[in-house]
């Protein structure tokens, strides 16, 4: 299995009516999820890092309300600096994506003005995270306005967001997943003891997570089972689904895959892994992966011995192709003292500030942050809206 991407050089297809002009790239941030303030450090990285000679970025912002506006292209508003966590915020230009098979343009309607064009987009890079934007709301949006975009479609989004169906999938495929159970909304409310039994039955620590939702965010390790409560309380208030998950002894090993040119098979980097060394943190959790640097070690790449390493790679890339994946995603592993190699999630829009695994880990595999977005732009500008 090659990690080997396209090198840098290897020029996206413009529009077929405009080969002249660069390609229009939106950059599309921020959102109505939890991970708002995620998406917009997301933003920060690509905007610094994104080639201008080669592309016309457009930066369009969501509010937390839903609003799309026009975003100020500047990646240090966008950052998270000394705890700041950015938002966006109304402008007063509200930006419109016609639903129209003939018209990719966009359009600002800003109070007391005629509405304005912006032009032709080639392509929308939709850097959010979360619901109502990773989970195939903003894919099906882009599918019925023809537009291309970055990343998984409509059905791998909507699987790989929801950890129950995503879970059943890998399942299916043959992949190996770890023992969980699945509280639905107002199941544990109507019969707490027998949900209590049901959770004991996979055995101390668990996890409790909300089933639609990144970023750490909503979740707990539960070590006494007096504390389900509360846990399954937290994780409903990002989500009325809840996911509860056995504590497997392993170390957590991530692996980044990028989809392949032409019909060829995805690529996957060389495994990385995260150690969790300030006492504050019982496990990786929001805390840990934004605002606490130092109480995290990243290693890429990870030391594993070579069988390991490929299995992991070759793990990563069937778990991409069960659930249909685009673009990018993040596989997230356990790797077990026996050398069982057990799924845990798959990430299909990760991280992507340049600090963050998915980058880091193409970084050590050969491809730089900036050939990394050109390679996704390029991805995105290669394949048909529609089926496929």
Same mark, same amino acid.
């Given at each position: 299995?090659?990690?080997?991407?396209?090198?840098?050089?290897?020029?996206?297809?413009?529009?077929?009516?405009?080969?002249?002009?660069?390609?229009?790239?939106?950059?599309?941030?921020?959102?109505?999820?939890?991970? @708002?303030?995620?998406?917009?450090?997301?933003?920060?990285?690509?905007?610094?890092?994104? !080639? +201008?000679?080669?592309?016309?970025?457009?930066?369009?912002?969501?509010?937390?309300? $839903? #609003?799309? &506006?026009?975003?100020?292209?500047?990646?240090?508003?966008?950052?998270?600096? !000394?705890?700041?966590?950015?938002?966006?915020?109304?402008?007063?230009?509200?930006?419109?994506? %016609?639903?129209?098979? !003939?018209? +990719? $343009?966009?359009?600002?309607?800003?109070?007391?003005?005629?509405?304005?064009?912006?032009?032709?987009?080639?392509?929308?890079f939709p850097l959010l995270h979360g619901p109502y934007g990773e989970d195939g709301t903003v894919q099906g949006l882009l599918?019925?306005?023809?537009?291309?975009?970055?990343?998984?479609?409509?059905?791998?989004?909507?699987?790989?967001?929801?950890? @129950?169906?995503?879970?059943? *999938?890998?399942? $299916?495929?043959?992949l190996p997943v770890g023992p969980y159970t699945v509280i639905r909304p107002g199941e544990f409310e109507r019969?707490?003891?027998?949900?209590?039994?049901?959770?004991? $039955?996979?055995?101390?620590?668990?996890? &409790?997570?909300?089933?639609?939702?990144?970023?750490?965010?909503?979740?707990?390790?539960?070590?006494?089972?007096?504390?389900?409560?509360?846990?399954?309380?937290?994780?409903?208030?990002?989500?009325?689904?809840?996911?509860?998950?056995?504590?497997?002894?392993? +170390?957590?090993?991530?692996?980044? *895959?990028?989809?392949?040119?032409?019909?060829?098979?995805?690529?996957?980097?060389?495994?990385?892994?995260?150690?969790?060394?300030?006492?504050?943190?019982?496990?990786?959790?929001?805390?840990?992966?934004?605002?606490?640097?130092?109480?995290?070690?990243?290693?890429?790449?990870?030391?594993?011995?070579?069988?390991?390493?490929?299995?992991?790679?070759?793990?990563?890339?069937?778990?991409? #192709?069960? *659930?249909?994946?685009?673009?990018?995603?993040?596989?997230? *592993?356990?790797?077990?003292?026996?050398?069982?190699?057990?799924?845990?999630?798959?990430?299909?829009? %990760?991280?992507?500030?340049?600090?963050?695994?998915? %980058?880091?880990?193409?970084?050590?595999?050969?491809?730089?942050? %900036?050939?990394?977005?050109?390679?996704?732009?390029?991805?995105?500008?290669?394949?048909?809206?529609?089926? +496929?």
């Open positions: 299995m090659s990690s080997q991407p396209t090198p840098r050089g290897a020029e996206p297809a413009p529009a077929a009516d405009t080969p002249s002009r660069k390609p229009r790239v939106l950059l599309l941030f921020g959102g109505r999820s939890g991970e @708002h303030a995620i998406s917009a450090a997301t933003a920060a990285g690509v905007l610094r890092a994104i !080639d +201008r000679s080669r592309y016309e970025v457009v930066p369009v912002g969501i509010t937390p309300a $839903g #609003e799309w &506006v026009l975003a100020e292209d500047d990646p240090e508003r966008w950052q998270i600096a !000394d705890g700041r966590l950015p938002q966006v915020e109304p402008t007063g230009e509200e930006v419109v994506l %016609p639903l129209a098979t !003939d018209q +990719r $343009g966009m359009r600002v309607l800003a109070p007391g003005e005629i509405p304005r064009e912006l032009g032709e987009v080639d392509v929308v599918e019925l306005a023809d537009v291309r975009y970055v990343g998984a479609g409509v059905l791998a989004s909507a699987v790989g967001m929801d950890k @129950h169906f995503m879970k059943l *999938v890998l399942a $299916g495929q043959g019969n707490p003891q027998a949900w209590t039994e049901t959770v004991a $039955g996979l055995g101390l620590p668990v996890f &409790v997570k909300p089933a639609r939702a990144g970023s750490s965010l909503g979740i707990s390790k539960v070590d006494d089972l007096a504390d389900l409560p509360a846990a399954v309380a937290e994780a409903q208030r990002h989500d009325p689904k809840v996911v509860v998950e056995a504590g497997i002894v392993g +170390r957590e090993i991530e692996c980044a *895959v990028l989809g392949g040119r032409g019909g060829e098979r995805p690529r996957a980097s060389l495994p990385g892994e995260i150690v969790v060394t300030g006492a504050d943190h019982a496990f990786y959790d929001f805390q840990a992966k934004y605002l606490d640097e130092a109480g995290v070690e990243l290693s890429c790449p990870a030391d594993l011995p070579a069988e390991l390493v490929e299995e992991v790679r070759d793990v990563a890339v069937r778990t991409f #192709e069960a *659930v249909g994946a685009e673009g990018l995603s993040r596989v997230d *592993v356990f790797v077990t003292d026996d050398g069982q190699v057990v799924v845990n999630e798959i990430n299909t829009m %990760p991280g992507f500030t340049p600090f963050s695994m998915y %980058p880091r880990m193409w970084e050590k595999s050969g491809l730089s942050y %900036p050939d990394l977005i050109d390679e996704l732009i390029a991805l995105a500008l290669e394949r048909p809206t529609g089926l +496929r």
